[in-house]
């Protein structure tokens, strides 16, 4: 007895690679699109600048880095640089106690 033979099949269709983007929304005018990431592979630099407000990024690249990647260490970087203008400072020479007015006695 020999074995059936199976039905020959097309192969699956291979999924499409949907493209990243690289145009994105601005941190500081919110306006949508408007901030467009280049990069240069060969000199391994990521340029970000937004059209409206002409904010502007820059950055290392590899071979694996994408426009998001870029686009998410430029809201890091605007985190961290909003964290040390809010630091809390200690007043410079403060005592704990409060000041003692100075009471004049007059006896004669």
């Known amino acids: 007895m020999g074995k059936r033979k199976k039905s020959s099949r097309k192969p699956a269709p291979s999924r499409q690679k949907v493209p990243l983007d690289t145009n994105f929304t601005c941190l500081f005018c919110h306006h ?10 060969k000199e391994g630099v990521a340029q970000l600048v937004c059209k409206v407000c002409d904010q502007r990024f820059q ?3 590899n071979h ?3 426009a998001v990647d ?6 890091d ?8 203008d809010h630091v809390p400072r200690r007043p410079a020479a403060s005592s704990s106690r409060p ?4 009471e004049e006695s007059d006896e004669d």
């Open 64 to 66: 694996l880095t994408e």
């Open 99 to 102: 000041a003692r007015i100075a």
């Open 32 to 41: 949508d699109n408007s901030v467009t990431v280049r990069m240069d592979r």
């Open 70 to 75: 870029i686009y998410s260490e430029w809201i």
């Open 59 to 61: 950055s290392k690249v």
């Open 77 to 84: 970087a605007a985190d961290a640089a909003q964290k040390e």
